[in-house]
């Protein structure tokens, strides 16, 4: 809005339903919240997806499939009703949903009549192709869905027309230059060891010979590391958890920091 040659920014109410996950939902609070707005977090820990994954392991072990589908159906219709809780409490103009699997479509489209002012919008952090069917099926709720890889867009857009190519970035409050660290690994990572990513990397070390030395692989902490490598050993046998590249540790996001200043790549 323009008055008196004056332009006016409205400051919106904005909810930021995030899985918790290297503070990826507070990086992205605070640079709304930088720009003027109202943000409120919500983090939330979905079941299915812990990031601990010696209890995905033992919940695989120990429960049939279909008692498991229900446990994560009740999670998501957990995660889903808290998400419209805050909202309706909150009463923000826009809602932004980080990674969006962990949703009970039922739920959520019912919520969503009742507040008709609110735009609701998911921000896709992983392959869309990789989602199961009802995985899917939320993201035909949203008033518009945002994919980081531009390569998931044409996919996206067979599931809701309104999706858009939106790029991760960084939040340079926390991930900058240091004149205080030096480079001591050629290579570095810190994510999920999904099977594709294993391959990259693994790709890497060998061709370039990087020794255990030169590499640091954040995966994850004990005992989802332990139990997954001991439980799933045909799965784990590949040359970088046979070689101990992978470090069984979390890092909060000085950490990371600090350790890609230490790194070349």
């Known amino acids: 809005m323009v008055h ?5 920014i409205k400051s919106f109410r904005i909810l930021v339903a995030s899985v918790d996950f290297y503070g990826i939902g507070m990086s992205f609070a605070s640079a709304l919240r930088q720009l003027g707005s109202d943000v409120l977090l919500a983090d939330y820990t979905p079941l299915k ?3 601990n994954i010696g209890i995905r392991i033992l919940i695989g072990r120990l429960f049939s499939e279909n008692i498991r589908a229900a446990m994560y159906n009740w999670d998501n219709e957990r995660i889903t009703r808290s998400i419209l809780k805050k909202a309706k409490d909150f009463n923000p103009d826009l809602v932004i949903i980080y990674k969006g699997r962990y949703l009970s479509s039922a739920i959520l489209d019912e919520g969503l009549r ?7 919008v998911c921000w ?3 392959p869309i192709e990789h989602f199961t069917i009802l995985e899917r099926e939320p993201l035909k709720c949203m008033d518009a869905v945002f994919v980081y890889d531009r ?5 996206a857009k067979t599931i809701n027309q309104n999706s858009y190519y939106l790029p991760a970035g960084y939040d340079s409050s926390q991930y900058f230059p240091r004149s205080d660290s030096k480079a001591i690994y050629n290579l570095s990572f810190v994510g999920s060891l999904l099977s594709y990513r294993m391959r990259y990397l693994e790709d890497i070390i060998l061709d370039n010979k990087l ?3 030169q590499v640091k692989i954040i995966g994850g902490n004990w005992p989802g590391l332990f139990l997954s490598k001991k439980l799933n050993s045909n799965n784990y046998s590949s040359f970088l958890w046979q070689n101990n590249y992978i470090s069984p540790v979390r890092l909060d ?3 990371v920091n600090r350790l ?6």
């Open 151 to 155: 390569d998931d867009l044409k996919f």
């Open 49 to 51: 997806y812990n990031s």
């Open 4 to 8: 008196n040659d004056i332009m006016i």
């Open 124 to 126: 896709v952090m992983d």
């Open 260 to 265: 890609y200043n230490q790194s070349d790549i």
């Open 211 to 213: 020794s255990e030395k």
């Open 253 to 255: 996001p000085e950490q």
């Open 114 to 120: 009742r507040m008709p002012e609110t735009r609701w």
